[in-house]
């Protein structure tokens, strides 16, 4: 038997073990394998305890678990609120955030928080405040990131779930490295605020590191909501079909590239075994699978990403300079946000708008020509595997350019935030997209590299609001034995 957040749940109901059995099981996990993986960066025992003491059933799907939350955007009163930044290392949450809050409704209960890097920039976790986080399949190799501490925490057995949030792949990209299920919901399904409604203008979404296709469908039903308030809306899906998800029965017409979206980049020779696997798990299942080339050249797109990460940066560090009556120096960020908080400042509102107006586009191409004429649409999660703990991602030079950031006109500072994410973008050229564009993604954990023990995973993309059909294909996986999930969960 699986345990899986649903089976925990389970227990408790049937009164087979209780709340603070689980967080006493959870400290010695955390005792034992944390020092290892360095995914759980601060946790509260004495409060988890007076929760647990003062819960009240919400007779929520998830009644009693505790759930890790991420070290970002995801405040819980009491607790650290640092962002994995030593610029708010002292900061403590004031108030439960709106995810927070609907993650308790379902019967949570938050314990313990995961690493990011700084502000989540990065496709690794390696924040200067916490230090790196580690691969549970590979210690030599990062789990991925942003949300690496909750992969690491999922994947190492610490917790069977664990809270995360994607803007660019930041659940997708640890799932693919970690071995386990990512799912990025469609843009506005997810609770947003109260600080802010746009998260990175719609392209960053809450969401859950999982083990089970259960667990992800019963998450998205207990978790996604219609906020009047937030500019992004989202239809609500019928829970009904998410408490009983089934593999899918239909035969589907699903694209799939092996190409990517970045032409300087290639699919290594995992990735193309990867894809390999889920083609013919899919046709021996009936399914028409066609391959296509990929609909978009998303070098251009690219850049109006790291416009935006600039733009938002900037705007959202404006508040501390000018409660400080200081400007932020470079040795109270890291490199990469300094140089993005000083890009950001000049950045234009029009060149901001044009690249709002540029993923809409991007949105269009997928519908014209894919989704108008296929069910799904495949790629590999990430390109490669793992990235391994100390690889130079950013070069000395570089570092020393974003650090004097502004010193450069904005064309330079453009092409220096380039240059410096390039090496990272080798690897995970597809994901980014799909926050762009506003739509669904899945990623499956189906493959293995055997030398290394490092896998990589499949996406499945889909149009907005298909996480239905998305998670029905993924029960078919599944169902037929094709996941390969971490070694504790087998």
């Known amino acids: 038997m699986l345990r899986d957040a649903t089976y925990l749940s389970e227990q408790i109901k049937q009164k087979k073990i209780s709340s603070l059995e689980l967080l006493e099981e959870s400290l010695e996990k955390i005792k034992k394998l944390n020092p290892k993986y360095n995914a759980i ?161 719609g392209a960053s979404t809450s969401g859950a590191m999982t083990i089970s296709v259960r667990d992800t469908a019963r998450f998205l039903a207990q978790t996604q909501i219609t906020q009047e308030i937030t500019p992004y809306q989202s239809s609500l899906l019928p829970v009904e079909e998410l408490l009983n998800i089934q593999a899918v029965k239909r035969k589907l017409k699903i694209a799939f590239s092996l190409q990517t979206p970045i032409s300087s980049v290639e699919v290594s020779q995992d990735a193309r075994l990867a894809m390999k696997k889920a083609v013919q798990f899919l046709e021996s299942k009936g399914h028409i699978v066609e391959e296509v080339d990929y609909p978009l050249n998303a070098r251009p797109l690219i850049e109006t990403y790291y416009q935006m990460n600039a733009a938002e940066t900037a705007a959202m560090l404006s508040p501390f300079e000018k409660m400080t009556g200081k400007k932020l120096t470079n040795q109270q960020v890291e490199p990469l946000t300094y140089g993005l908080i000083q890009a950001g400042k000049n950045v234009p509102a029009t060149s901001y708008i044009h690249s709002l107006n540029m993923w809409d586009k991007a949105n269009e191409a997928f519908t014209t020509k894919i989704f108008n004429h296929y069910d799904l649409f495949l790629t590999p999660t990430t390109t490669k595997t793992a990235i391994k703990i100390g690889e130079e991602l950013i070069c000395q030079s570089l570092i020393e350019k974003l650090m004097h950031m502004e010193e450069f006109s904005l064309e330079e500072q453009t092409s220096i935030l380039s240059e410096s994410f390039e090496k990272s973008l080798q690897y995970s050229p597809h994901p980014f997209i799909v926050n762009l564009t506003g739509q669904a993604a899945i990623s499956l954990p189906i493959y293995v590299n055997e030398k290394t023990n490092l896998p990589l995973g499949v996406q499945f993309m889909g149009r907005k609001n298909s996480e239905i059909l998305l998670l029905e294909l993924a029960k078919q996986f599944e169902d037929e034995g094709q996941f390969i999930l971490p070694e504790v969960y087998r």
């Open 41 to 201: 960066v601060a946790f509260d025992e004495d409060l988890a305890r007076q929760e647990i003491k003062n819960h009240v059933s919400t007779g929520g799907l998830f009644e009693g678990v505790l759930m890790p939350l991420k070290m970002l955007g995801q405040e819980h009163k009491g607790l650290p609120a640092t962002a994995s930044s030593r610029l708010f290392k002292d900061e403590l949450a004031h108030f439960d955030d709106a995810f927070t809050r609907q993650i308790m409704k379902a019967g949570f209960i938050p314990f313990g928080q995961t690493n990011s890097p700084e502000f989540g920039f990065k496709n690794i976790t390696d924040s200067a405040l916490y230090r790196d986080t580690k691969n549970a399949w590979n210690p030599d190799y990062y789990p991925g990131g942003s949300s690496g501490g909750a992969a690491s925490a999922v994947a190492s057995g610490m917790f069977p779930i664990a809270a995360a949030s994607d803007g660019g792949g930041s659940i997708r990209i640890p799932a693919s490295w970690s071995g386990l299920i990512g799912l990025k919901p469609t843009r506005g399904k997810m609770p947003q605020g109260p600080m802010s409604y746009r998260g990175w203008q």
